[in-house]
């Protein structure tokens, strides 16, 4: 699975009033409350935006591609009936994407 980490959440922040359009107009503005998004995020929440002008474009249409934001807690249990979480990997100076690491149970 594709997710943000953390440090997204800035990254999107600071296109506001930038006038940019497109995937990055749509990135500043996937939420109407950055600082509500991290707070939940940071709580352990998933965090998503569904707003069609971050697709892809092609395959990864609105139908399909999306931001989503999933912290390591989420992920520990959320997805536990199906599968043993095994690892969470994320350093933002490494990584544009955290990895997570999941056996199917």
């Known amino acids: 699975m594709t997710t943000r980490g953390r ?11 930038k006038n940019h359009v497109g995937y990055l107009g749509a990135l500043s503005s996937i939420f109407t409350s950055f600082e509500d998004a991290r707070k939940r995020y940071d709580a352990g929440e998933f965090v998503h935006s569904k707003d069609h002008r971050v697709s ?6 609105s139908s399909f591609y999306d931001e989503s934001f999933i912290p390591e807690d989420y992920a520990k249990l959320a997805y536990a009936d199906k599968f043993q979480f095994v690892k969470y990997l994320y350093d933002a100076k490494r990584h544009e994407h955290p990895i997570l690491f999941f056996i199917k149970k």
């Not at 440090?7 to 009033?17: A, H, I, K, N, T």
């Not at 892809?56 to 249409?61: A, W």
């Open 7 to 17: 440090p997204f959440f800035d990254y999107c922040e600071s296109l506001q009033g």
């Open 56 to 61: 892809g474009g092609g395959e990864l249409d």
